[in-house]
């Protein structure tokens, strides 16, 4: 009994020992993590090279051209870690960095070089070539070489003053349109039905899931889409290589004769179709540039300096980072791009409240005058989109105009989120309309009952089991979803016409799920203006008040005191929001479920010897059905167009 208090004392003692060595330990560990990190920064730091005069910007631009980049900080830190580089490329760094160079004394010249560039929506590829075009203006130089051109990456080369192409190379312009997979009798014998309620005789959305072909309505809306877009395409390239209207065309329609004709030679071809100005190898267009410029002997080049590099010597008000805003007015931008989900979402995906709560913060921020919603996005939730739309609606109430840029795609609940502005913009090659709304139920009572798994038992009402997957939908329950559907697609049309200034009646003619191109839009009134997004942000300044601004900012090179004389009137922010510690963690361990179920799809469906090219279409389709199967959505009604822009 007396030896009791000395044990306590010294469990007491062991355990405050324990805690001040784990303490220790602890922090002596991230101490010697600050440590590698500080000497990495030191390590893989590189100075800036300054430039000098007759320097060449490269725009080797990598990967798609998108909006904002998806897949979060740790796809990109991985990505980088391994080598594999930048996975895509901001439409916005293209455009600050032109900018920059358009005023930059020491660019002489651009270099396109677009071998690893993997294109992006043509409305997306207009606002470059629109960028590349000012360039040219300032009398300035535009070059492009490639080992061969594929038909996004033609489009920029054309802009260019001078297309070079490699001797073995070819341009190959294949015309816009789509092949999708229809699943109906696979899905027959797999024992899965799918339900599908909608309105708008149009919206096919959902069609390759109870049909094993396109209907005769899809058919007529896609060839009216496509034929427009490449009435666009080709308006664009003939016109800056001064080529005669419709010779793409007629080019591909006898391309069979007239590669003949030239022994099978596609560069030859090419030039002789004046699609390219001279074939060069890469030595030969680095002689080239060496000659008409100025040679670097410690690369034993022309000088030069990389997109990449070039991107980093701008400064904050250039790259519309919202750490610019000081005095100086602003307009926000935001970006709505990918599928709208209900809540939080990571980059490339537009979330309800995450994408609200960006457009709140610019409507709070006082020194934010005017927003630009840049949309790209093929719809998805219903109430996802009508909360980004109520922040818009109660921005424009605050006194701070609206102005919707339109991107490659803005269709469906991306037409939606467009409705709560002063001003629609799109360009003439978007894809948007799609005014529809559809809901999917799919059910695998059939798949169950070959594997001898029979679902019974007591529900306190009819509805309790009305939806269960593992049986046949109740006909009240599809009664029930009909009827909700109705009622969305009418609040949705009405919204669309209150924002339009005409009926309900008018907008259903020319809504019903079908859709346009931004300027077949724009003939039907759905959008105000056919312009990029410069004239998107042009046009909120104005409404705004706010006079000369964005392309005003000094160059990368110029000096503070130049910077300072060349202060623009207004300045251009991008609304960004940085994910957290909790959302990265989610990042990494989320959707683990579903994709069991879309694995097990894929493994009925695809064999695993097929390409990419086949498989992943089907994979993209059958994520609809797992996110309805595992839950995240309960039948609800989307709006979404599942269309991308050619």
Same mark, same amino acid.
Request: net charge neutral.
């Given at each position: ?75 990109? &830190? ?43 929506? =043509? ?73 599908? !309620? ?11 899931? !109870? ?25 664009? !390239? ?12 007629? =080019? ?80 926000? !931008? ?91 913009? &799109? ?10 709304? %559809? ?7 059939? &798949? ?133 510690? %909790? ?38 389709? =059958? ?11 309960? %039948? ?11």
């Amino acid at each position: 009994m007396s030896m009791r208090p000395f044990a306590l004392l010294r469990r007491g003692l062991g355990a405050l020992w324990w805690f001040i060595d784990a303490t220790r330990r602890t922090l002596l560990n991230l101490l010697f993590l600050a440590l590698i990190v500080l000497i990495g920064v030191a390590l893989f730091k590189r100075e800036v090279p300054v430039l000098q005069d007759n320097t060449a910007l490269v725009l080797d631009l990598q990967g798609p051209l998108v909006e904002e980049q998806s897949g979060g900080v740790r796809d990109n &830190a991985i990505a980088q870690l391994q080598g594999n580089g930048v996975q895509s490329t901001r439409l916005r760094d293209v455009l600050a960095v032109l900018a920059a160079a358009e005023t930059d004394p020491h660019i002489s010249r651009v270099v396109l070089v677009l071998d690893e560039f993997q294109g992006a929506g =043509l409305a997306a590829l207009r606002d470059v070539a629109d960028a590349l075009e000012r360039f040219k203006a300032s009398g300035k130089t535009v070059t492009a070489w490639g080992s061969g051109y594929d038909q996004k990456q033609y489009y920029l080369a054309a802009h260019a003053n001078e297309v070079f192409l490699h001797p073995l190379g070819a341009v190959y312009l294949d015309g816009f349109g789509r092949l999708r997979n229809y699943y109906l009798d696979a899905l027959d014998k797999l024992g899965v039905g799918v339900s599908l !309620i909608k309105v708008g005789t149009f919206k096919s959305a959902a069609e390759p899931f !109870i049909a094993n072909g396109p209907s005769p309505a899809a058919t007529e809306a896609d060839t009216l889409l496509y034929r427009g877009l490449w009435s666009t395409y080709t308006e664009g !390239i003939e016109t800056a290589r001064r080529l005669p209207p419709g010779s793409t065309q007629a =080019l591909i329609e006898a391309l069979p004769e007239r590669l003949a004709a030239v022994g099978g030679d596609s560069a030859k071809l090419a030039l002789e179709a004046k699609q390219v100005d001279a074939l060069k190898t890469r030595d030969e267009l680095r002689e080239l540039m060496i000659e008409r410029g100025v040679r670097d002997n410690d690369t034993k080049s022309f000088r030069q300096v990389s997109f990449s590099t070039y991107l980093s010597r701008l400064t904050p008000v250039q790259r519309g980072e919202a750490s610019a805003l000081v005095a100086t007015p602003a307009v926000g !931008i935001v970006v709505a791009e990918g599928e709208i989900v209900d809540g939080a979402a990571p980059a490339g995906a537009v979330g309800g409240l995450s994408t609200a709560s960006l457009i709140r913060k610019a409507r709070e921020d006082d020194a934010i005058k005017a927003l630009v919603l840049r949309v790209n996005s093929p719809g998805g939730s219903v109430f996802g989109s009508e909360l980004v739309r109520r922040e818009l609606e109660l921005t424009r109430a605050a006194g701070k105009p609206v102005v919707v840029s339109m991107g490659s795609v803005a269709a469906s609940g991306g037409y939606w989120i467009s409705t709560a502005s002063d001003e629609v913009m &799109a360009d003439a090659a978007t894809v948007t309309g799609s005014i529809g709304v %559809f809901a999917l139920l799919p059910h695998a009572s059939r &798949a169950i009952d070959k594997l001898g798994v029979h679902a019974d038992g007591v529900t306190t009402t009819w509805l309790g089991a009305a939806g269960d997957p593992r049986r046949e939908p109740d006909p009240r329950f599809i009664g029930m979803l009909q009827t909700s559907v109705n009622h969305i697609y009418a609040d949705f049309i009405g919204k669309v016409a209150q924002a339009r200034q005409t009926t309900p009646e008018k907008i259903d003619a020319v809504a019903q799920g079908r859709v346009w191109t931004g300027l077949q839009a724009k003939e039907r009134g759905l959008v105000d203006t056919i312009g990029g997004l410069n004239a998107a942000i042009r046009s909120a300044a104005s409404r705004a008040k706010l006079g000369e601004g964005g392309g005003a900012v000094a160059s990368a090179s110029a000096p503070a005191s130049r910077a300072a004389a060349k202060a623009p009137e207004y300045r251009i922010v991008y609304i960004d929001r940085e994910p957290g510690r %909790f959302e990265r963690l989610i990042e990494a361990f989320g959707g683990a479920a579903a994709r069991v179920l879309a694995d097990h799809f894929e493994l009925r469906l695809m064999p695993a010897s097929l390409p990419e090219r086949i498989t992943g279409p089907v994979r993209q389709d =059958l994520g609809w059905l797992v996110e309805l199967v595992d839950g995240r959505k309960p %039948f609800a009604a989307v709006t979404h167009c599942l269309c991308g822009a050619p």
